[in-house]
């Protein structure tokens, strides 16, 4: 291949096992003929994970480190990685070994037939029966709730021509949702069905709270359903109002006697109020969103580079 390949890596804890993560990549680099570069992203590890990022890139050149001043999420580390590639050929894998290196010749040949994205689509998940449904169900609510079209159980896994990786990086958004920005940015793309591996070693860095967080980047980015889901509670709240005011005086004149029904009341105003604080906390999401936004503060801070 005469283009110039790029692979992107987030990298988080994992000094342990980088040196296989690499070893694979330079398999198909030799296999390939690759005109390589390879961005390693620290993502504020909490073990040695830049120091093997230093000591890797000795034996192998086209590393380019960087080394982020904190862990400011895998969406953030894979947007700074893509933002200091050079290549036609841009590539986005994790340092796990979950979205094998050996796949991706097969997924750069859909470039060369034309198309600007080869996104990877998960057929299998070795990972458990309480995870897999959590990723399948977002994947379908985000679907129906979305404005555009974002494929069902697509990762950040793929591969890209540069004008796909340049339009991108033009949306300077601080919560990035990465895989709604490449379908939003269009072009001509294609899902490759591929069974992901089991995690090579190591906790995954997905905590709860951070799956949460990309969960609601994804929905907040990419739809305005939560915000008109209001208005329809607002419409059924006062269709409920009306009926129950209409039935309460019609059993006034009918019964001649005063209304009775402290218990139906309190919990009438429980039901209602907590409606109310939810609807306060999604139009709150969109307002923190827009704050982020306005605030224009950069989205990452480098601390330290090699080869940049």
């Known amino acids: 291949m005469n283009k110039k390949i790029s692979i992107v890596v987030p990298i988080y804890n994992s000094a342990a096992f980088m040196h296989k993560l690499l070893e694979a990549i330079e398999a198909e680099r030799v296999k390939n003929n690759w005109h390589l570069e390879l961005v390693l992203v620290d993502d504020g590890s909490k073990d040695n994970s830049y120091g093997k990022i230093e000591e890797l890139s000795l034996q192998y050149p086209y590393i380019k480190g960087i080394k982020l001043s904190k862990n400011f999420g895998h969406q953030i580390a894979v947007k700074t990685g893509l933002a200091h590639t050079t290549g036609e050929y841009i590539a986005i894998i994790d340092d796990d070994l979950q979205d094998p290196p050996s796949l991706l010749p097969h997924f750069f040949s859909f470039l060369d037939e034309g198309y600007d994205v080869a996104y990877g689509v998960r057929k299998k998940r070795k990972e458990s029966f309480i995870k897999r449904l959590a990723y399948s169900s977002f994947y379908r609510i985000l679907k129906s709730m979305s404005d555009i079209y974002i494929p069902i159980d697509s990762g950040d896994f793929c591969v890209m021509s540069r004008r796909i990786t340049d339009n991108m990086l033009r949306l300077n958004e601080q919560n990035p949702f990465l895989r709604g920005i490449r379908a939003w940015v269009g072009f001509k793309q294609i899902g490759v069905e591929y069974e ?103 989205y990452v801070v480098i601390e330290k580079t090699i080869n940049l």
């Open 196 to 298: 992901r591996h089991a995690r090579l070693d190591g906790q995954s860095g997905y905590t709860l709270k951070k799956l949460l967080k990309i969960a609601l980047d994804g929905i907040f980015s990419f739809s305005s359903f939560p915000i008109r889901v209001i208005t329809i509670l607002g419409v059924i709240g006062l269709l409920f109002a009306v009926g129950y005011t209409l039935n309460t005086v019609l059993g006034y004149f009918n019964s001649g006697s005063p209304v009775k029904g402290f218990p139906t009341l309190a919990i009438l105003i429980s039901f209602f109020s907590s409606l109310t604080l939810i609807c306060l906390g999604i139009i709150g999401e969109y307002i923190v969103r827009i704050y982020d936004e306005v605030r224009q503060r950069p």
